[in-house]
Nanobody
């Protein structure tokens, strides 16, 4: 059974940075494309970023382009999300997810999800 565990969320001031990570176990990490999604209170889960299985292709939501960077280390079974210039509207629970098919930005394409890590941005 594939398990995903996020860490590295926290509280940061607007303009600051955080770098949550997600470690995968129980599956062949290098065969999964990985994604980050977020969900704020009262809102739907939304796509943030995704990276292909080999790391050569990435996709970003327009709202985070040029501020967030997704990367992966297949030797460590870990995917990262470097978040810079954080804004109060970036505050949410951030989830990582794994897929082996489908489209990068569609939550329905992802079969396995982590439990989420809270990101809070103070203004």
């Amino acid at each position: 059974q594939v398990q995903l565990v996020e860490s590295g969320g926290g509280l940061v001031q607007a303009g600051g940075s955080l770098s949550p990570s997600c470690t995968v176990s129980g599956g062949t990490f290098s065969t999964y494309a990985m994604g980050w999604f977020r969900q704020a209170p009262g809102k739907e889960r939304e796509f943030v970023a995704s990276i292909s299985w080999g790391g050569s292709a990435t996709w970003y939501a327009d709202s985070v382009k040029r501020r967030f960077t997704i990367s992966r280390d297949n030797a460590k079974n870990t995917v990262y999300l470097q978040m810079n210039s954080l804004k109060p509207e970036d505050a949410a629970v951030y989830f990582c997810a794994a897929r082996d098919r489908g489209t990068a930005w569609s939550p329905e394409s992802y079969d396995n999800w982590g439990q989420g890590t809270q990101v809070t941005v103070s203004s």
